[in-house]
């Protein structure tokens, strides 16, 4: 089997990326790049571009994204006749966040060069932080570090990128404290699936649309979407768990992981919006709208994402209140 394709799957982006780097130092200078996303080419696009010499470059890597999305069998059979056979000057990498895709097109890439990039653990991804700021010379406390990981997308790749703008505003003299983070962060950090909770939790159903736009444009995949609002919906439960029992407890809100002072403001804003019946419907409605993403791929992305919305914003207790009164 030939050994210039390549799936890698798995969350982690920022890994992920580092072995695509890899692999792109041992090509030609003159090496030519293209790249597709499944859903906004067709597979036979692909092929016929794959399979057509260049007339300039020594070498062609084609990166296929969001590999998961091909599964017809007629494009299986028509991508894995490519990856089979591939021109000797011509690499292909295959890209998902997903931990497989379909069987037709595994089976056609060698496993050695099968990789699954998975999700850094808790205790990894605060080294990370921390390594990151010492190598750049800054100091950073515990609070520090657990506030960029609260604040930042879950991957390597979006917290070098938040990170390194980090850089730019702080103080090499004075200790990273979370206050600082979250302040500059606030200011310089993109669209994320943690500014679409923030909105949620605030009602403003208008700024939400908005936010997940940003991110379908930003080529965030709506089951990456739909995780990181499950995580914060769970995290919602815990929140309402503890205030329902009466706790307020510092040390119970930092074991659930809200301690900084904007995630104090959203899980508390969302409790004033959702009791637990609420938050349980929005956690159900987030896993029933993932399911039908997976399941309907050729169906409109932003459709279904502001369907989901609208249910979301209306599982808030107000509306629960009103429901029943009449």
């Not at 702080?170 to 200790?175: G, P």
């Not at 119970?252 to 009791?275: C, M, N, Q, T």
């Amino acid at each position: 089997m030939p050994n210039n394709i390549w799936l890698l799957l798995g969350p982690e982006i920022g890994e992920k990326q580092a072995f695509i780097n890899e692999i792109k130092k041992k090509l030609s200078p003159d090496n030519e790049e293209t790249v597709y996303y499944s859903g906004d080419t067709t597979v036979s696009a692909m092929t016929a571009a794959i399979r057509n010499a260049s007339l300039f470059a020594d070498s062609r890597l084609f990166i296929i994204k969001c590999a998961e999305g091909i599964k017809k069998k007629e494009d299986i059979d028509l991508l894995s006749s490519c990856l089979v056979s591939p021109p000797n000057d011509t690499y292909i990498i295959l890209i998902s966040e997903e931990t497989s895709i379909s069987k037709g097109l595994e089976k056609s890439i060698p496993d050695p060069n099968k990789r699954i990039f998975w999700e850094l653990s808790d205790k990894r991804k605060f080294e990370w932080v921390r390594d990151f700021f010492k190598k750049e010379g800054f100091s950073i406390g515990q609070e520090g570090i657990q506030t960029i990981l609260e604040l930042v997308d879950n991957n390597t790749a979006a917290l070098r990128q938040e990170c390194s703008r980090l850089c730019f505003f702080l103080d090499k003299n004075k200790e990273i404290s979370g206050e600082d983070a979250e302040t500059w962060l606030s200011h310089t950090r993109e669209e994320s699936v943690f500014t679409l909770f923030s909105r949620i939790a605030a009602g403003d159903i208008s700024r939400s649309l908005e936010s997940a736009r940003m991110l379908l444009a930003a080529k965030e995949t709506l089951p990456a979407i739909f995780a990181g609002l499950a995580f914060s919906f769970r995290k919602l439960l815990q929140y309402l768990t503890l205030k329902e029992a009466g706790i307020n407890d510092e040390s119970e809100l930092r074991k659930i992981g809200v301690f900084s002072p904007g995630a104090k403001r959203d899980y508390a804003e969302a409790a004033r919006r959702y009791d637990t019946m609420g938050a349980e419907s929005c956690l159900a409605l987030t896993a029933e709208y993932d399911f039908r993403t997976r399941a309907a791929l050729s169906f409109p992305e932003q459709i279904l994402m502001d369907q989901y919305l609208h249910k979301i914003h209306s599982c808030g207790k107000k509306v629960f209140l009103l429901n029943s009164k009449q």
